[in-house]
Every structure is written in C-alpha cells, then in structure tokens.
C-alpha cells in the first residue's frame, strides 16, 4: 500500500525549459512534505520541503506547490539544467506520529534528465 | 560540517552469511534512521532511534535485522542470516529534530549485494 506516488518513473526535459515533477499521497495525516535529490552513488540530499499550511514554497529555480484538497503536490525546476539530471525523491511526513517523533514515507522517485 | 558518515560503501556476501553497517550521524543530531532502498524503490525505513531509545522498529525484519545505537552517537545494523532479498542499499540518515521537523541528512549509503 504505497502511501506516497510518483507514477511517473522518468522525464525529459531540454535545458532551459520547465521541469514538473508530481507526486501524490493518500494519507490526510501527512502535513509536511519533502524533496530530495539523489545522483547515483550518493544518499538523497534535501532540495526543499512544504509544510501544509502553505500552498506554495519557493527557493531560487525550485518551486514546490501543495494542493491538500487534492492531495497532490509538484516540484518546478525553471529553468532546468543539465546538472538537474538526477533522481528526485517526493516525501511525506506527519508531525506526530505514534512515536512522538516523526518519520519520512518516499515515493519510488522520478528520474529526471535535462538534455543540453 | 561533517556529514553522515557510512561504512563501509559497498558489500558482497553469500546468502545465509552475517553482514553488518556502521553509520556515524552529524554530531548533535538525536534522530537516526536506518533506510533500505531496493532497486527501483524509495527508501523504506527499517529503524528510527531517538539518542539511544528505539522509537520505531516497525518494518525492521526481526528474525534476522538487529540495530543499535550505542551511547546515543554512533549506529550499527546487523543481518543475520542474510538472504537474497536484503540485496539493496542501506542508508543512514540523522536528523537534529528534537520536538520540531527539520529535514534528515543522509549518509551515502552502504550497498550489499547477497549471491
């Protein structure tokens, strides 16, 4: 039961264009999402995070928007770059969990390739 | 600063023989996870540790998947026997969360191949 989807496992982009990445969840108790970025032979690294009282969070190239109604949040690269070329991971998290603490949920990541 | 610290970085080991992984997290960071990734998939969380106290171990496969985290710093996961479908990367992540979100760092990670 994948709480957290990115039904598109990869995409192309020419450099300098718009980059989406979408990512859906099916857990309402999720309020804090994450990006994070994985080039091969390195642990993901943060890119940037949105918690849900927000519909929108911004960070130089990198936009990530959040539609809580339809559970459904997006990652924009404007404009992309051949060094965007990676994995990206969507996570999702609750502020509590049952432990006190809380805890990240991935999806299975898009494969991003920005083309010179 | 220092980042998360993994040995070591890749494995090899028959099926049914012992393995184990050591992460050294960023230095103040309560939190400490232990992620799975196989091939294809997201990360998977096997354990969370809060200082030296288990907080979730939920989806860590007992029967052969033991961690600990000693003295509340440093970190080891231990398979034992291992089996064909442990083949995957192990990532340790931290995080200096105490009662608010931060994001988690990750460590480069430790890939394990079992024949």
């Known amino acids: 039961d994948q709480q957290v989807k990115q039904n598109s496992p990869s995409l192309s982009v020419q450099e300098g264009r718009i980059s989406i990445l979408n990512c859906d969840y099916t857990?309402?108790?999720?309020?804090?999402f994450l990006w994070y970025k994985k080039y091969p032979a390195e642990g993901p690294t943060f890119l940037i995070s949105i918690s849900s009282i927000k519909d929108k969070n911004e960070d130089g190239r990198f936009t990530v928007f959040l539609n809580k109604s339809a559970k459904h949040l997006s990652l924009h690269i404007v404009p992309s770059q051949p060094g965007d070329s990676a994995v990206y991971f969507c996570a999702a998290s609750s502020v509590w969990s049952g432990a006190g603490s809380y805890q990240l949920t991935f999806g299975k990541g898009t494969k991003l390739s920005v083309i010179p | 600063e220092a980042g998360v610290a993994q040995s070591p970085r890749y494995k090899i080991i028959e099926k049914r023989q012992s393995v184990a992984f050591w992460c050294n997290p960023i230095s103040g960071h309560a939190t400490l996870y232990w992620y799975q990734q196989i091939l294809g998939q997201g990360p998977k969380l096997l354990i969370q540790f809060q200082n030296n106290g288990v907080v979730d171990d939920s989806q860590l496969p007992k029967d052969r998947f033991s961690a600990e985290r000693l003295k509340g710093v440093d970190s080891t996961l231990k398979i034992q026997p291992a089996k064909l479908e442990d083949s995957a990367v192990y990532l340790c992540?931290?995080?200096?969360?105490?009662?608010?979100?931060?994001?988690?760092?990750f460590g480069q990670g430790t890939r394990l191949t079992v024949v």
């Open positions: 857990n309402s108790m999720f309020d804090y």
């Open positions: 992540a931290s995080s200096l969360e105490t009662r608010g979100l931060t994001e988690a760092f």
